[in-house]
């Protein structure tokens, strides 16, 4: 049995670097994705060049779902949100980093305390995912074990990717003391978790939807003591497939801002290294490191080339959050650099700094802020660049590539269907914009056009391994 979805078909296929993915763009306007009973890509393509769903007698055992003009894109990978700041989009009264933590943020995760509060902003948040089409995220999770569990819980029963961890803090200021926790206990409840949730769904790392991280939440929320400790952990669950999620040069202010007050606690050269085990003064090995594949540092925008290099050559991977970056005045990561170290760059909301939920509107902002950047470093991103870092980017950051991220044959099928109906003033661009003559101009338009005027209203659509996601009543 098989199910087949007719549409408008945008992907990047293959497996191409971003610089290389306007050449790999699919665009299939009569496309047809055919899913088999596992959730698996068996066929995409022109949709009168499907291979026959008849079975041996003749029977055909197809289910088809036209979705006439509507888009079939990949569903939309966001390396970098916050679950406990489900309600802190736009939170005003704070300024950059370090202030609207103290001020804002975390006071508002400290409202998790409560368990009904907590399950609340779990289901809220899955919700919330569900309307923007963000099939898979690495998602920073909260301090406290029964929010977690509420949100591994209400990701199950819906259906979506989830990649979570406890927030560590093991130090902080006085708005902070609700979410620290003991040096042991941090490590206990990670290792906890990891035990509970880790792949809990399929009961295999290679199949689960579910899987778990090992979250400090920056160098200055935990202390040299958590930093080694963390490595031991991160040594002995690392064949497990578990992931390390943190923040990294992020704000730059002189003096007072997160990097000098990192290099200034820590004494070390660069911000990484108390990441990397380097964590003693003069950047001196004090344990194991973090870095690693299954490893999304959140922003790196104001690294150095070491940094990069270092990150390239542990396969560390970048969430790139312009929205946030915005919003907290952090600057913004160069794209040409960062993008020609080698690292990967994937898209992230950073929900709640970033205040968009839609994956869309972070790549429209990295189109807008790079095009800005001074000099030669300005660059104009390929739309089909645009939607590989909401899509494929991600899936290689999350190091599950294999399993989705594009329509290639033998994923599984995560995908948004789109309708430009729903959302008016998409539909008229789409209609009436001007398009070149030549078919490669005339496909790129539509793409970038897709990709900028996308709201979250005509998300009509979501799938997960060939299945319906919805939010549950
Ligand atoms: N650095 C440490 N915590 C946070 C956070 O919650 N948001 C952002 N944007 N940066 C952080
Ligand atoms: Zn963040």
Redesign the pocket.
Known sequence: MTTTHLGRIFHVAGRPTVTDADTALAWIPDGALVVDDTGTIIYCGPRDRRPSAAGPDGVVEETVHDHGDAFLIPGFVDTHI?FP?TYSVDAYGGGQ?LEW?EHC?FPAEARLADPVFAARAARDFTARRVAVGTTAAMVFGSAFPHAQDALFSETERTGLRLVSGHGIQTVGGESAAPLLTSESAAIELTADEIDRWHAKDSGDVATALLQVAIVP??SLSVTTETLAALGELYADVAGRGVYVHT?LN?NNRPGTGEIDLVKGTFGVKNYLDTYDGRFLPGSVVGGAGLLGRRTIMAHAVHCTDEELARMAETGTSIAHCPV?QQF?GSGTMPWRRTVASGVTVAAGT?VG?GDEWLISRVLADAFKVHLSEPGDDSVAIHPAQMLFTGSLAGARALDMEDRFGNFDVGKEADFLVIRPELWPPLDSILQHGIRADDETTARDQTLFALLMGLREPAVAEVYVRGSRVTTPS
């Open positions: 916050h700041q980093l933590l943020i939440r920056f923040h992020e946030s907290l950073d700094a």
